[in-house]
Nanobody, 118 residues
Framework: QVQLVESGGGLVQAGGSLRLSCTAS????????MGWYRRAPGKQREMVAS???????NYADSVKGRFTISTNSAKNTVYLQMNSLKPEDTAVYYC????????????WGQGTQVTVSS
């Protein structure tokens, strides 16, 4: 079973930046898709960004132009660079993976808290 470990969350002022990392316990070349989701207090979990094995990215409208998802295969890591952060970006951010092989998942990390102060 794939293990996903997130890091990089924290407290930042509005307009600041953070970079989240998610390291997988196996090669990300075996992943069909990897992504970042978030859950804000009192809200449902929502997709933030995703990247396919072929490098195709997808972003929520609310983060387009501010967030960038990328991968480093040598480190089995997916990143989420978050710039121009807003208080409404405050949430627990979760890493997600779908595998090429069975069982495909989804697999989830434990989450990392991002808090943006105004």
């Amino acid at each position: 079973q794939v293990q996903l470990v997130e890091s990089g969350g924290g407290l930042v002022q509005a307009g600041g930046s953070l970079r989240l990392s998610c390291t997988a316990s196996e090669s990300i070349s075996s992943m069909n898709t990897m992504g970042w989701y978030r859950r804000a207090p009192g809200k449902q979990r929502e997709m933030v960004a995703s990247i396919t094995r072929g490098g195709v990215t997808n972003y929520a409208d609310s983060v387009k132009g501010r967030f960038t998802i990328s991968t480093n295969s040598a480190k089995n890591t997916v990143y989420l660079q978050m710039n121009s952060l807003k208080p409404e970006d405050t949430a627990v951010y979760y890493c997600n993976a779908l595998l090429l092989l069975w069982p495909p998942g989804p697999y989830w990390g434990q989450g990392t808290q991002v808090t943006v102060s105004s």
